[in-house]
């Protein structure tokens, strides 16, 4: 079917038309992983297993993605489809269509908000990758030692005026490609990038291989030791499930709205959550080795890419090659990943005040980058200034991750679950068999809230 007449098919269904839809099933679904896949699955999974103490983590952290994750992944595809418009709009139509309350569309609204503020600051460490990528190149990371790449993780940290720079290719890139539209601009930039980023990863964890370490990784991975399980192990697994998946920051609904009618949403969302969490562990894959091969720690939190790896690259074999190799990995799975987030907020600025996509791209890219001057001066200059005890970038993570998206998120599960009929549901999603669907609609509706919910008691501090 052609682009127009499936759009056209479609009732209400004038700004897709204007929009167009992917040109295929598997362009959405390598734009969706291009979502999925990015700096929550290379640098921070890796980081965040080995400071919760490997395999239990990963155990918990797969269940909360089947159990939660691919639920309402589905959903927001599912709204998107239905709605075919931004966030806001699409969930303003759908309530309307279910004789809801309009005020719905602030859940749309909050997502396209929570992207935004997400961007500002993941341009920010999209930027270290940039950085590290002459630096890995003039071979800096020769002889380093614990102390001395800390100092040059430090310095750069340190360097306002290299950080704005990086920071803002980044987010150049990014709205260069998103203002091209969806076939010439993000069609076209994940149909490079995504095999690109595949290649890569999988000629860092051949190297990884051959380190003679693969095993110990391994057992780091999928060995679970389930005394180091904590409440706090859970939820942050639960946090980075939606992190990771792109959920409750309009992304997944963005990008839904531009697919294609018969495409079923439930293989192509279970599709894209099994790509990103492969991506996640051949990331642990390709790390862990190499760090356990130098006698280097697994476990010390963000620093693990831009402090430890780099100490290896600097006194392993081929080291330069790799670490060159794997920065530029790590910036395509960002930069993939910046454009679905950019995405949300251009659709809301051309839809609700009817400017054109570069209008709305040139407003918010500067909105954006004001933002994200912000999160670069909170590493120096900046960094006394504080919001609720935290630097601007600090703040800006701790609001989107363990405010807006857990509130976002139990919104769109209960507009999911809840508000949609059964009928709108059960045509909406593509699920043949009548038991999967129950069981889809049964998570939605009672164990999905409940755990975005405990998400939320913890914040709040209810557990102490
Ligand atoms: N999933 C991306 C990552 O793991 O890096 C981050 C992300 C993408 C967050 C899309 C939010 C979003 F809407």
Redesign the pocket.
């Known amino acids: 079917m052609s682009q127009e007449s499936s759009a056209a098919g479609y009732a209400g269904s004038a700004s897709s038309v204007a929009h167009g839809l992917w040109s295929s099933r598997w362009v959405f679904i390598l734009a969706a992983t291009g979502?999925?896949?990015?700096?929550?699955?290379i640098w921070?999974f890796p980081y965040i297993t080995g400071a919760n103490g490997g395999g239990a983590f990963v155990l918990v952290y797969l269940a909360c993605i089947l159990v939660i994750g691919i639920p309402l992944l589905m959903a927001e595809v599912m709204i998107g489809r239905r709605g075919r418009k931004n966030p806001a709009g699409a969930m303003a139509a759908l309530a309307k269509r279910a004789g809801a309350s309009r005020h719905w569309r602030m859940v749309g609204g909050l997502a396209v908000l929570t992207?935004f503020l997400?961007l500002s600051f993941?341009a920010v460490v999209a930027g270290w990758a940039l950085a590290y990528i002459p630096a890995a190149l003039s071979g800096s990371f020769t002889g380093l030692t614990a102390e001395s790449s800390g100092a040059l993780f430090g310095e750069l940290l340190a360097d306002p005026l290299k950080l704005v720079l990086c920071a803002s290719l980044v987010l150049l890139a990014t709205l260069a490609i998103v203002a091209c539209g969806l076939h010439k601009g993000l069609e076209r930039a994940v149909r490079y990038l995504m095999p690109g980023l595949f290649i890569l990863l999988l000629i860092l964890v051949g190297y990884a291989a051959t380190t003679g370490y693969f095993g110990r990784a391994l057992e780091f991975l999928f060995v679970a030791d389930f005394s180091k399980l904590s409440g706090e192990t859970v939820l942050v697994a639960l946090g980075h499930a939606f992190?990771?998946?792109?959920?409750a920051?309009?992304?997944?609904m963005a990008y839904g709205a531009y697919l294609p009618e018969g495409t079923s949403i439930a293989k192509t969302s279970i599709l894209v959550a099994i790509a990103?969490t492969g991506v996640a562990l051949l990331a642990g894959l390709a790390i862990f080795p190499i760090v356990f091969a130098n006698g280097l720690e697994p476990g010390v939190g963000p620093g693990l890419v831009f402090v430890t790896l780099p100490i290896a690259f600097g006194q392993m074999p081929f080291g330069q090659l790799i670490g060159v190799l794997f920065f530029v990995m790590l910036l395509i799975?960002?930069l993939t990943?910046a454009i679905?987030?950019s995405e949300?907020s251009i659709a809301w600025l051309t839809e609700r005040f009817g400017i054109s996509r570069l209008k709305a791209v040139l407003t918010s890219g500067g909105v954006l980058w004001l933002l994200s001057l912000g999160s670069v001066l909170s590493f120096n200059v900046g960094a006394d200034f504080t919001l609720f005890g935290k630097t601007f970038f600090d703040s800006l993570d701790y609001l989107t991750t363990n405010w807006m998206m857990p509130l976002g998120g139990l919104g769109t599960v209960l507009f999911a679950g809840w508000v949609l009929q059964q009928t709108t549901q059960r045509e909406a999603i593509g699920i043949a068999s009548d038991r999967w669907f129950l069981i889809w609609r049964w998570v939605l509706r009672y164990p999905a809230p409940l755990a975005i919910m405990l998400v939320f008691l913890q914040v709040i501090g209810v557990f102490g």
């Open positions: 979502s999925a896949v990015g700096l929550g699955n921070k992207g997400i993941y992190f990771t998946l792109g959920l920051s309009g992304a997944m990103d799975a960002a990943s679905s987030i949300p």
